[in-house]
């Protein structure tokens, strides 16, 4: 099923009151303890890309240690080990290997998950399957080439990527481009075309598109449009993962259902950003900052800060197509309504979607808005995410039954 369709880049929506994006802790130890490392991610003000691999291997350790509990329930042990501690122990020692910064707060954490289980035996071989797999998986991607350094030189014929204004930071994350793929077969399976000839009438026509509406004075933004932009400003993990386990509520899903959810989400999201790495640094296309500039605007800047990275394709789509597609795949429905709320750095926007497709049109439009991307950086965006999510929710973590994995809690025993 093909979710995503041509995106709509000014697509604009009611915003509704602001409401607290903070969230209580849930019954579900999936979504508590997804919610608990995602805060501490951003409490740290971990860059998006380091976030989408480190919760994909926290997702990755907590469903394989409930996939062990399950292995030895069938098995028939007495006792059963306890699937809150192996829940908590897999996502706490995941997390702590890229937060040591955290560990206080996230010890304090596992401190409280393990206290009321009362069977000691149950508890203790829920901690060891935990830790055991927390260990695993972090070991499975000690060597992906993440931590490698990769310095890039800058470009300077038109169109070719170099520092943007104002503080002309350089290239950052080039050997992401690299990366090990968590489910993809390589980097550039789904490497979109080249993005337009810079000096060809589109190009041109989007540079000017981007000097009307994409700057920080005289913009032809309104005030929604404004709205937009901040309220998607926020790293792709973040946003997205809240959105997954808001879903995963409303949509009454147990524990295991939503384990394998949020793996597949953020599964797409760290393949994601290792496929759309591999396009910006094989074309190195420049900015829009850079661009209108070019073109005689010599103080524009883009209306919110620049990433240091090239224009083509837009990651931040990359990635929000990818987590709706598996999203609408899980449930075999796009037209899942749902509203949340932006964390930093423009915290407390509230906006409501009626579809999976419908937020990540609209996230891909408010890099325009932004001044961030060039429209055609938007669409190859879309269609990588899409292939790249359609990919891992096809290959990736098939459950034994696909039915049951999906259902509510009431029919997913």
Request: include cysteine.
């Amino acid at each position: 099923m093909r979710t995503l369709r041509t995106p709509c880049l000014f697509l604009t929506l009611a915003a509704l009151a602001p409401q607290s994006p903070h969230y209580m802790p849930n019954a579900n130890a999936v979504l508590h303890w997804n919610r608990v490392t995602a805060a501490a991610f951003a409490a740290a003000n971990t860059d998006p890309v380091t976030e989408s691999r480190a919760l994909a291997i926290v997702q990755l350790a907590v469903y394989d240690a409930m996939k062990s509990i399950d292995a030895v329930t069938r098995a028939h042990a007495a006792p059963a080990p306890s699937m809150d501690a192996a829940i908590a122990t897999a996502a706490h020692d995941a997390a702590i290997s890229f937060l040591p910064g955290a560990r206080d707060s996230l010890d304090e954490e596992l401190v409280s998950a393990l206290e009321p289980i009362a069977d000691n035996a149950a508890r203790r071989q829920g901690i060891d399957i935990g830790r055991a797999r927390a260990t695993a998986m972090l070991a499975s991607r000690a060597h992906d080439g993440s931590d490698r350094k990769v310095d890039l030189q800058p470009g300077a014929k038109p169109g070719e990527y170099r520092p943007t204004p104002p503080d002309f930071t350089p290239a950052w994350m080039a050997q992401w481009s690299s990366v090990t793929p968590f489910s993809l077969r390589s980097c550039d399976q789904f490497r979109p075309p080249a993005p337009p000839a810079v000096d060809g009438p589109l190009a041109r026509h989007e540079v000017e598109q981007l000097r009307r509406i994409g700057g920080q004075a005289e913009s032809a933004r309104n005030d929604e449009q404004n709205q937009i932009a901040q309220f998607w400003y926020e790293n792709s993990p973040q946003g997205w993962n809240r959105i997954a386990c808001r879903v995963a509520e409303s949509q009454e899903l147990d524990a295991f259902a939503s384990a394998r959810l949020l793996a597949l989400v953020n599964l797409a999201m760290a393949d994601g950003f290792i496929a759309s790495f591999d396009a910006k640094y094989h074309y190195g296309y420049w900015r829009p900052a850079t661009a209108v500039r070019a073109a005689g605007e010599r103080e524009w800047l883009s209306f919110l800060g620049t990433p240091p990275i090239p224009d083509y394709p837009s990651a931040h789509t990359v990635l929000g197509a990818a987590a709706a597609t598996v999203l609408a795949r899980f449930f075999d429905n796009d037209f899942i309504a749902f509203e949340t709320t932006s964390g930093q750095p423009y915290p407390g926007l509230t906006r409501r979607f009626w579809s999976f497709s419908d937020a990540a049109c609209e996230n891909g439009a408010s890099r325009v808005l932004a001044g961030l991307h060039f429209p055609t950086a938007v669409r190859a965006g879309y269609q990588l995410g899409e292939d790249v999510g359609t990919w891992v929710f096809e290959h990736a973590l098939l459950p034994r039954d696909e039915k049951a994995a999906a259902a509510p809690a009431s029919a997913a025993r």
